[in-house]
């Protein structure tokens, strides 16, 4: 779905399709508003939306994370996954740790997957399709909606949450055996 | 609907056989209404009295500028736009009255698409010149009322 096709169906429900009563700059003030919650709070729990994955080089055990990095989900190469360790150890093999925008890890090169920060919309950006997948739709329109009539968010998390449910990696221990299942 | 016809239904409104107000003044009676009627028709947002432009930083508005439609990044000092966001020029989509009708046109058309709205707006026309001449007007202002109100509710 295109940014555009979003906020026209929030008009709809604003009663709005003639663009009298919200400018399409207010429009996208509020979608960026909402973009920007949804995608910290679905830093915040276990999830598999919105994972972006980048080489990360690194220079004397240093690299640079990605500019739209939030949070460092899993640090790899290969499948040789790396373990985080405090700021306060120096990583060893297939150990890691980050810092601001550094990760600090002894191989040459990792692969980061990484919740990014939401991006930033703006009027000539109404042709471009949403990276948020097509089940959050909904959630988002009703989120916008809210947004623009200057009511709060307080519910977003609960309700991403019920969206979400069932849709993740779940692991559920049965006879001391640890089972993934991908739903 | 032409204004001279719009002139001879405000005449009559005002059992004005004699043409006490000649075409200036109800010209004049007219263009209140109009001016009215746009105001009262952007307070519901009606698409009919909005239009859209690109302005440029430093433009004045439109002298029969009302509102803008929604928010826009813009510094409007007296009637001088500044644009906020830092570009050169900025769409906006904004509420306006319509241009005023010259009395010695008297085959222009007034200037709403449908004859509802101009009936209301000779009504009010009628209403300002009875209340100019100091008649009693409550019974005229609560046809207007009425009317009003089934506008409000026509037109949303």
């Known amino acids: ?183 | 609907m032409k204004l001279k016809e719009a002139i001879s239904q405000f005449r009559i409104l005002l059992n004005d056989t004699s043409k006490e107000h000649d075409e200036y003044h109800a010209t004049m009676r007219i263009n209140q209404g109009v001016a009215l009627t746009c105001a009262l028709l952007a307070g519901y947002a009606s698409p009919l009295v909005m239009k859209e432009e690109v302005f440029h930083e430093g433009d004045a508005l439109p002298h029969n500028f009302l509102r803008t439609a929604g928010e826009y990044p813009i510094e409007r000092t007296g009637v001088t736009i500044h644009i906020l966001t830092g570009a050169d020029e900025i769409p906006i989509r904004y509420f306006y009255t319509y241009p005023i009708l010259d009395y010695k046109k008297l085959d222009e058309e007034l200037p709403f698409p449908h004859d509802a709205l101009n009936d209301f707006v000779i009504r009010t026309a009628a209403k300002l010149a009875l209340n100019r001449n100091e008649a009693d007007i409550s019974q005229d202002q609560v046809i207007l009322g009425e009317l009003q109100q089934a506008m409000t509710q026509a037109m949303g």
């Open chain 1, 1 to 183: 779905m295109t940014v555009k096709e979003l906020i026209q169906r929030a008009r709809f429900s604003l009663k709005d399709n003639n663009r009298a009563l919200y400018s399409d700059w207010q429009m996208l003030v509020a979608l960026n508003e909402v973009l920007d919650e949804v995608y910290i709070e679905l830093s915040t729990f276990s999830n598999n939306v919105l994972i972006k994955t980048e080489t990360v080089c690194l220079l004397a055990g240093q690299g640079e994370l990605p500019d739209d990095c939030l949070r460092v989900v899993n640090v790899y190469q290969g499948d040789r996954v790396f373990e985080p360790v405090t700021k306060n150890e120096i990583p060893r093999e297939r150990e890691y740790y980050s810092e601001g925008n550094s990760l600090y890890c002894s191989a040459p090169w990792v692969t980061v997957d990484y919740k990014p920060i939401a991006p930033e919309y703006t009027v000539d950006d109404m042709e471009e399709e949403l990276d948020t997948p097509p089940y959050l739709n909904t959630l988002l329109k009703k989120s916008l909606v809210n947004v623009v009539q200057g009511k709060d968010l307080l519910s977003l998390g609960d309700e991403l949450r019920k969206v979400l449910a069932g849709r993740h990696l779940s692991q559920v221990g049965i006879r001391g055996e640890i089972w993934s299942n991908r739903i």
